[in-house]
């Protein structure tokens, strides 16, 4: 990958890079939409990547390049705002724009990007992005930026340049992922610890519904903005609580329900995810992988149900795998509205089922679908 970078370069801009960033897409092993609520989230870094190749200019041009799209951008560092026409540059302009407002000096850059996180497929192909673009851009400008800063950076890239409100998981676990270990993070301190994810025999599958999400198109916020709506509710009656995360089903059923029953059922679906990580993290300390993967079909119900942020196709392949034995838990992850579903699933039984979901899922749905094996890789890094 390295060399091949190298040359595309050289091939565009003349020269070689001064450095190489690899940063990982993601998985969620349980705790959705949770991030923003200041609740945990059990994410992990995974082999599928977004690579920036960089150098600095002397003048204040950025060029950009996009390898897989065979496309160019260019602009100057006095003029770095959001772009309407194409999506892809303002990840990279968001990011710039976070040393800018830090008072950095930005120099202009030669930037090129190639990436195999499928996108829209809720593995965050955005956030690795932002996290490679950041990281290269904190390593030549000598800013010395740690991590999480880095990471915050990333996600306000997100939020101005892209209008997605989103939390702080996915840059997290693409910054901060670690090779066999899923990530358990407390979103509102932003400690976290890791935890080693090793499943005898078991693997991470992935099916892409192929169905292209945008989670700017308003529901992602929607949600959020409900949530809120929860909070604000309760805290006319206990001063002391600022998210879901301080939160009860008994205080919901007592000033949600008889005011809201949407809001009640968003923020319910909230707080029993946050009470199945719970779940979820002493469970994967026995190694009781069933009792896991059962969590994980509860999250679906959830999400699909009262949370509602699944789509016909997610529904299909979660159905579709329910009750086979082989496979241990199964949800849709991110987002939602499309992407994929993650599945823990026997190996040996891998081929098979991949056959047989592939055809009776484009019979259904009338799309291709797409599988990979994720494996659980480091974050953000210097080739
Ligand atoms: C998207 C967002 C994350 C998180 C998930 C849902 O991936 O970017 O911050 O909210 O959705 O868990």
Redesign the pocket.
């Known amino acids: 990958m390295k060399k091949k970078l190298e040359n595309e370069f050289v091939a565009e801009f003349g020269h070689l890079p001064e450095v190489i960033v690899r940063s990982p897409g993601r998985v ?1 092993i349980i705790g ?5 609520n200041n609740g945990f989230v059990l994410p992990a870094a995974i082999d599928k990547a977004a690579y920036i190749a960089l150098s600095l200019r002397e003048d204040d041009e950025i060029h950009l390049r996009a390898v897989d799209l065979k496309e160019n951008f260019a602009t100057t560092v006095s003029n770095i705002r959001p772009i309407e026409e194409v999506s892809w540059p303002n990840y990279i302009l968001g990011c710039a724009a976070q040393f800018v407002k830090k008072g950095v000096s930005l120099k202009g850059f030669n930037l090129l990007l190639s990436s195999d996180v499928p996108i829209g497929a ?1 593995l ?1 192909s955005s956030a690795a992005l932002e996290c490679a673009t950041v990281f290269a851009l904190n390593y030549l400008l000598h800013t010395g930026y740690n991590r999480i800063e880095m990471v915050s950076m990333a996600q306000k890239a997100e939020h101005e340049y892209a209008g ?1 409100m ?5 840059q997290f676990a693409s910054m901060m992922g670690k090779a066999s270990q899923v990530i358990k993070l407390d979103c509102r301190s932003l400690e976290y610890e890791y935890v080693p994810f090793k499943l005898d025999g078991i693997k991470i599958l992935l099916f892409n519904t192929n169905v292209k999400h945008s ?1 700017a198109s308003t529901e992602y916020n929607t949600r959020r903005a409900e949530c809120t709506q929860a909070v604000e509710l309760i805290k006319s009656h206990y001063s002391n609580v600022s998210s879901l995360r301080d939160i009860t089903v008994e205080m919901l059923d007592e000033y949600v329900l008889p005011v809201n029953e949407l809001v009640y059922r968003r923020s319910r679906f909230v707080i029993d995810e946050m009470d199945r990580l719970t779940k979820v993290c002493s469970y994967l300390e026995k190694n009781d992988i069933a009792s896991m993967g059962e969590c994980m079909f509860e999250t679906h119900e959830g999400l699909s149900k009262q949370y509602e942020v699944s789509c016909k196709e997610l529904d299909f392949l979660v159905d579709y795998v329910k009750d086979k034995p082989e496979v241990l838990g199964a949800r849709m992850m ?2 939602g509205f499309g992407g994929c579903t993650i599945n823990l699933v026997e190996e040996n039984h891998i081929d098979r089922l991949t056959r047989d979901i592939k055809t009776a899922y484009e019979t259904a749905m009338n799309l291709p679908l797409d599988f990979y094996i994720a494996s659980i890789e480091n974050g953000t890094e210097i080739l």
């Open positions: 969620n959705e939409h949770a991030d923003y809720g965050s997605v989103c939390g702080i998981m996915d989670l991110g987002g």
